[in-house]
T-cell receptor
Framework: QKEVEQDPGPLSVPEGAIVSLNCTYS??????FMWYRQYSRKGPELLMY????GNKEDGRFTAQVDKSSKYISLFIRDSQPSDSATYLC?????????????FGKGTKLSVIP | NAGVMQNPRHLVRRRGQEARLRCSPM?????VYWYRQLPEEGLKFMVY????????ESGMPKERFSAEFPKEGPSILRIQQVVRGDSAAYFC???????????FGPGTRLTVT
């Protein structure tokens, strides 16, 4: 069963907090993991992608993958009100860099000034 | 550097009418994907196209839905004889290769009355 589970929230944090967003998945046969940010009534925006266990950092964002636990996370440091959006994880289940992404339902984040 | 363009942004159709959704990929991208986002649901893959070819339409409903990506012009997602259950946000994405790296447009929000 190809599934991606994501807590829908909503998640509300004060400005400057560290945010942790998480997804779990069921099928270990894949390699690529993506995080998208979607503002209200807009299209998803690709934030980061990674293909291995461990951490990948980009500015205030860190993506973490734990294949043994089938768990992926996105950390946002020094959160800003402009980070308020829905965050979607997406997984490529083919294990071969395929195009059929399986998305979580998204976690809605609000950063309060 | 224009991103993925979709039009119309909002489309209202009565039951039984046809809906045509258009997508122009990012410059330099020849791979186009369509996804549907139902209310309270995650993005679901529908179809993957290259110029003049449907590569994978395994996510498309068997009836009433079709897609094309002609040699010239935008990709078109066509829904014939729309029903209320077709009301959703339809997103187009494009990429430089046929893999996980996909960039989304702003979406077309279809409302069937």
């Amino acid at each position: 069963q190809k599934e991606v589970e994501q807590d829908p929230g909503p998640l509300s944090v004060p400005e400057g907090a560290i945010v942790s967003l998480n997804c779990t998945y069921s099928n270990s046969a894949f390699q690529y993991f993506m995080w998208y940010r979607q503002y209200s009534r807009k299209g998803p925006e690709l934030l980061m992608y990674t293909y291995s266990s461990g951490n990948k950092e980009d500015g205030r964002f860190t993506a973490q993958v734990d294949k043994s636990s089938k768990y992926i996370s996105l950390f946002i440091r020094d959160s800003q009100p402009s980070d308020s959006a829905t965050y979607l994880c997406a997984i490529d289940y083919s294990g071969a860099g395929s195009y059929q992404l399986t998305f979580g339902k998204g976690t809605k984040l609000s950063v309060i000034p | 550097n224009a991103g993925v363009m979709q039009n119309p942004r909002h489309l209202v159709r009565r039951r039984g009418q046809e809906a045509r959704l258009r997508c122009s990929p990012m410059k330099g991208h020849s791979h186009v994907y369509w996804y549907r986002q139902l209310p309270e649901e995650g993005l679901k893959f529908m179809v993957y196209l290259q110029k003049e070819n449907i590569i994978d339409e395994s996510g498309m409903p068997k009836e009433r839905f079709s897609a094309e990506f002609p040699k010239e012009g935008p990709s078109i997602l066509r829904i014939q004889q729309v029903v209320r259950g077709d009301s959703a946000a339809y997103f187009c994405a494009s990429g430089p290769r046929g893999d996980y790296e996909q960039y989304f447009g702003p979406g077309t929000r279809l409302t069937v009355t």
